[in-house]
């Protein structure tokens, strides 16, 4: 009986000892036998919205990539013409080691603006007379402002790059918006009265093609 009961608890110590959890192990890149991957990110240096005027010279300010804390090199995409009016966009692209990768935008207004708009500030807040939604103009060049939810739509997040070329001339040229959705404007008209008022046609693939009126608050 005494035997019996001696290899009883042998059997059973055994069986606790091997139901024993190894330890895990943290490290940078490990947890226990997992390996961690860090993603790349990209930081802009500088604006992400630049203007240029036609005829001069643009450096582009640069990026940063890392994963976790190693540099990633950076490939850019994308070429800015100063001497032809236009929004371009530039691609930063990075990839880590284990091959995953991301992307960041800039753009790049290059633009030319008569002297009898160059001095004008259309930036506020307009309302849409159809629903009161907002939208904000900030100028950041002369004759080159970037509007915030530029359909009056409730609910979204978009900028553009818009420009007053001349008078009181407006439009979208055609670009990709701030979430990479090709945009630009039709039937555009700006009054400048008290308040002022302003509409376009957005064209792109989520709007539709009514006319959007605005009054500045």
């Known amino acids: 009986m005494k035997k019996n009961f ?17 330890t895990i192990i943290n490290t940078p890149d490990r947890v226990g036998t997992s390996k961690v991957t860090y993603y790349p990110i990209i930081t802009l240096t500088g604006n992400t919205i630049i203007a240029v005027a036609n005829g001069t010279a643009y450096t582009d300010p640069g990026v940063k990539a890392k994963a976790g804390a190693a ?10 013409n100063t001497s032809e009016d236009g929004v371009y966009t530039v691609t930063y692209s990075a990839t880590n ?3 995953f990768s991301s992307s960041a935008r800039r753009t790049v207004v290059v633009y030319t603006t008569a002297a009898d708009a160059a001095a004008h500030d259309l930036s506020g807040n307009y309302a849409r007379t159809l629903n009161g939604s907002v939208a904000t103009w900030t100028k950041i060049a002369p004759g080159v402002y970037t509007v915030f939810n530029p359909g009056g739509a409730p609910g979204t997040n978009l900028t553009v ?3 007053n070329p001349s008078g009181f001339n407006i439009l979208i040229p055609q670009q990709l918006a701030s979430d990479g959705s090709p945009t630009s404007s039709t039937n555009e008209s700006y009054t400048n009265s008290v308040p002022a008022t302003y509409s376009w046609k957005i ?3 989520t709007y539709g093609s009514s006319l959007r009126i605005f009054v500045k608050q």
């Open 6 to 22: 001696l290899y009883i608890m042998i059997v059973l110590m055994a069986f606790i000892s091997s139901c024993k959890k190894d």
């Open 71 to 80: 540099d990633v090199p950076v490939t850019t995409s994308g070429d800015v």
């Open 97 to 99: 080691s284990d091959g």
């Open 161 to 163: 790059v818009a420009i």
């Open 203 to 205: 064209v792109n693939p």
